[in-house]
């Protein structure tokens, strides 16, 4: 089932490591963080709190302050998950980073095709699920590639079926059954689900919105026809967010507006 | 991010769930590609003056919450296109596999117009996902005519096979053929300069496409 091992793997030092949680603690507290810094562009939820981009750098942020993180210079992360799982791409190529905290990150995981990035992350009972595209010249997904990291701890590349090529995957989740994910269209998300993450079939469409945030039945995202923060179950149900109008949907109950992190009032 | 409803006074509908929709809506995109649509439009008046003003524009979407140019605000989705004078472009219909050739001819001027502005952009030629709409966004700046793009490629491929009669597979692929006609069309069009290395030259070939295309001429 699985074809080859993701080259690269690295690790995080325990100095580094034990050095990082002492700062994530300072956040919590409002102590040392740096308080609230613009934030340019939200990657999701870890441990609480945001993986963002602010003034070029990666930073670990909540609504009160942020503090930087190391080992994602020069990094586009697009994703990351529980277990502070990663995903983008670093100089073309796409990449899987792993931390034991949250603020130092390490590459665990790197494709080697020249044009490619990872697009989603998603946990469940089974392990962490990567996917991702090949992309074209001019950055359009042309092919779906998965990689996925088991008890084992190694992340192990898996050939795709079924996950619709020309689609980037916004959001992917685990569950006793296997996975679910989404991927956005000009008409809404398409939701797929996969009992090993290699056979796709699809499922339920979201109409007219764009996925961000998939838990359960449950997702976040934005209106494809006026960029509204609304969330709803895939059985159909939709409800705009009460949070500001621009408001861009992020994971974990937090909303990027204006370059501030919010939550739900 | 900034929010607009329309572009240099333009508005901006969404057709995708209920077509003929004259609703404004909230779209979003970084200021600068903003500045970039006013310039393409303003564009889009002038080589199409003679259809009168642009009444409207039909948008898939700007900023959309998904990774890439979508996600930065860095790029438009545009469906359609109605001029003042009755006029219609639409990709959202597929106008650049209509069997009327002023159709496929005013396709292809959209298109060219859209290409003076932004890098990329994909076209009903380049794949089947954008066979209902053009997409056009700020990757890979600064414009020029480059070989080795998909993109460019059938893009040039269709232009002379709409405008010249050329017979081109219409396939990606920068083959002396498509070499050949390439530089009939430049020649016939009165270019000066490479459209492969200077944007200025490219742009220029870009207008008297669009000129053609707008005016149902050949080349």
Known sequence: ????????????????????????????????????????????????????????????????????????????????????????????????????????????????????????????????????????????????????????????????????????????????????????????????????????????????????????????????????PVRGTLAGDREVVAVPRDAHAVGGGFWLTRGTLVRER | MITFSRIDGTPVYYWRSNRGNTTLRNWQCTQAFYDSLVLWIRDLRSLSSGYGSITYLVSAGFYVNKPGQHGAGTAMDLDHVRWSGGQVSSPLDRHHASGTQSLRRRYLAVDAVCRRRFRYALDGWYNADHEDHIHADFAGLPTVCQKGSRSDTVFVQAMCNNFMGSGLSVDGDWGPLTQSAFTTAKSRLGISGDPHTSTTAWRAMLSGIARHGFANQAI
């Open chain 1, 1 to 228: 089932m699985v074809d080859r091992r993701l080259c690269r793997r690295t690790f995080l030092s325990l100095t580094a490591a034990t050095a990082a949680t002492a700062a994530v603690s300072a956040v919590g507290g409002g102590g040392a963080a740096q308080a609230s810094p613009v934030i340019d562009r939200a990657a999701g939820p870890v441990g609480g709190r945001v993986l963002a981009l602010s003034g070029g750098a990666w930073v670990l942020a909540d609504e009160t302050g942020a503090v930087p993180t190391r080992g994602l210079d020069g990094a586009d992360v697009i994703a990351v998950a529980a277990g502070f799982v990663a995903v983008g791409a670093h100089g073309g190529k796409a990449v899987i980073w792993e931390s034991a905290d949250g603020l130092d990150w390490a590459a665990a995981g790197r494709r080697n095709e020249p044009h490619a990035v990872f697009t989603a992350v998603g946990a469940g009972p089974r392990g962490t699920l990567v996917l991702g595209s090949l992309l074209s010249e001019e950055g359009t997904p042309v092919r779906a590639v998965a990689a996925i990291r088991t008890q084992s701890r190694d992340w192990l590349t898996l050939p795709v079926r079924g996950l619709s090529d020309g689609l980037a995957v916004t959001a992917v989740t685990g569950h006793a059954d296997g996975w679910t994910a989404a991927a956005v269209d000009l008409h809404g998300s398409v939701v797929f689900h996969s009992p090993d993450g290699i056979a796709w079939t699809q499922g339920a469409t979201v109409p007219a919105s764009a996925v961000r945030e998939l838990v359960g039945d449950r997702w976040t995202g934005n209106a494809l026809d006026d960029t509204a």
